[in-house]
Nanobody, 124 residues
Framework: QVNLVASGGASVQAGGSLTISCGNPGGTSRFWCMAWFRQASGQEREGVATLITSPRTTTYADFAKGRFTISRDIAKNTLYLQMNNLKPEDTGMYYC?????????????????WSQGTQVTVSS
């Protein structure tokens, strides 16, 4: 059974940092690819980052490069997204996804499992 649970969202000041997490009680080792997405109010969902377990490969949306880091702790069954130098435009609901078919991408890849969202609010 898969039950992705995202957590760690909070309200932070611009320039601050935040790490959000995504866990699955049944473990995450079965997922060769995991990803983070976000959706701002009134806007389309957009991809943030992906992580392939082996070979370890990460990809980032342009807005995330240099500021965000996706990582994974297999032993803790947890996927993380560390976000630094946060901006007001980073505000939104963040979701993790797993169970990709085909390529590991945030565009065009169907994911079978999604977490509920965790809210990140960045104030100026």
């Amino acid at each position: 059974q898969v039950n992705l649970v995202a957590s760690g969202g909070a309200s932070v000041q611009a320039g601050g940092s935040l790490t959000i997490s995504c866990g699955n009680p049944g473990g995450t080792s079965r997922f060769w690819c995991m990803a983070w997405f976000r959706q701002a109010s009134g806007q389309e969902r957009e991809g943030v980052a992906t992580l392939i377990t082996s070979p370890r490969t990460t990809t980032y949306a342009d807005f995330a490069k240099g500021r965000f880091t996706i990582s994974r702790d297999i032993a803790k069954n947890t996927l993380y997204l560390q976000m630094n130098n946060l901006k007001p435009e980073d505000t939104g609901m963040y979701y993790c996804a797993a169970g990709a078919s085909g390529s590991c991408s945030t565009v065009g890849t169907p994911y079978n499992y999604w977490s509920q969202g965790t809210q990140v609010t960045v104030s100026s």
